[in-house]
Structures are given as structure tokens and as C-alpha cells.
């Protein structure tokens, strides 16, 4: 039976970290909603080109496009094991389809970390982050500071600062998470799966707690 993690929580939680690192221990793909937007972008395919404002202004992209997208991708070989969600489901309607997808492909939401930081950390964390280019990397100027300035430690290409990490955008992208995606908070809580983990500690802690969680609640 395919496991689902879906990490929850609001931009610059450290959800694309954790994500990153549960996804090489535990061999579970790293679905990205916004990663599969941004390749859109870059090969600026008819999706792409749809997404591109929504993303620019901090926006959610529809959920009917959101959707289907995440279909493929999770039906994709690599995903038969399962995989680890993020950024996906941001709404009640793509929560909804979600499980509707599992159901079909023999599985189900088996644990939602919901990673909780303080308003306040997450535009400091956004304006300090490095991403790479070719593939999604995660780093940060102070917290998570790449081994050469501006080059991936992990397939040295270029490293560059989102459009949508600047201040602006992300006071807007932290109202939409707020009055959008915290009600799954309550949906995952009444389903028994989410257990809520402190984002505000330092990374290795945070997968430290992930990897246990996932050791005890799905790896069962
Ligand atoms: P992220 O990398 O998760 O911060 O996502 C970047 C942007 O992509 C978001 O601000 C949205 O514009 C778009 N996006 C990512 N995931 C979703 C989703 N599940 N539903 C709608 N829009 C999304």
C-alpha cells in the first residue's frame, strides 16, 4: 500500500527542507506544487504561462489546473511507493480531490506534519532564501548557508532568489495560506493524522522529530 506525507504549514515553514532531506532517508518522492509550477514557468508551457501571474502576485493558481497537475505527477512510476507532499493541498477543494486521487491509486493521507512557525520568522526567512535553479535546492543567507556563495551544494547550478520571496508577495502569500489553507489544519486534525511540529527549531531538530514521526505512524 503507497504512503502519503503531506507537510503542512505556512511559506517558509521549511517545508521544501524538510522535504528535501525526509525524501533521500526515506526514498519517498519530493512532490512540490510550486517546484512543478516553476518548471512550467521555465519551459513556459501553455500551464506555465497560465500559473505565471497568479505565482507573480501571490496568488493561488486555480484549483481545477492545480489539480490535475498533481494527478499526473503522483501517477507517475516513481510515485507507486508513495511520496511526500508539498505546498498540495492548500484548499479544501484540492484536500478533497487529494484524497479522492489516493482512494484511486490504493492509499490515503498517512501523516500530515502540520510545521508551525511564528508570523513574524517567515518574512526574515523568505527574503534570506537561495534557491537552485536547476533543481529546487533550499538555502539560506544565515541559517542554511551554501558551501560557495551562490553555487547548489548538491548539483552546483546557479542559485537564485524567488520573485515571490519579496516582502510584498509574501505578506500576501501569508494572508492566502491564512485564510485558504489553515482550515486543513482542522480537516487533517479531525482525521486523526496531524501531529503538529515546532518549524521554529534548527533544521537537523525538525527532521529529527520528522523521521521519527514517520518511523512511528507510517512505516508501520
Ligand atoms: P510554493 O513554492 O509552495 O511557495 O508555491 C509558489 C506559488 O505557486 C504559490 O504562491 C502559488 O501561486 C502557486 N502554488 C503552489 N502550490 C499551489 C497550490 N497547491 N494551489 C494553488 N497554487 C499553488
Redesign the pocket.
Known sequence: MPKYIVLLGP?GAG??TQAQKISSSFGYPHV???????EHLKNQTQLGKL?QG??????????DV?IAM?RERLTRPDCEQGAIL??????AP?AEALSAMLAELGGKVDLVPYINVPTRVLVERLAGRWTCREQGHIFHETSNPPRQPGKCDVDGSELYQ?E?DQAE?VLK?IQ?YLSQTTPLIEHYRSQGVLVEVNGALPIDQVTQTLSELIEKEVLV
Open positions: 511559506p517545508k521544501g512540490s506544487s510550486g517546484e512543478l509550477f516553476r500559473a497568479y505565482i507573480e502576485r501571490g496568488e493561488l493558481v486555480p484549483d492545480t498533481i508539498d505546498g498540495f493541498p492548500r484548499t484540492q524567488r515571490d508577495t502569500r492566502v
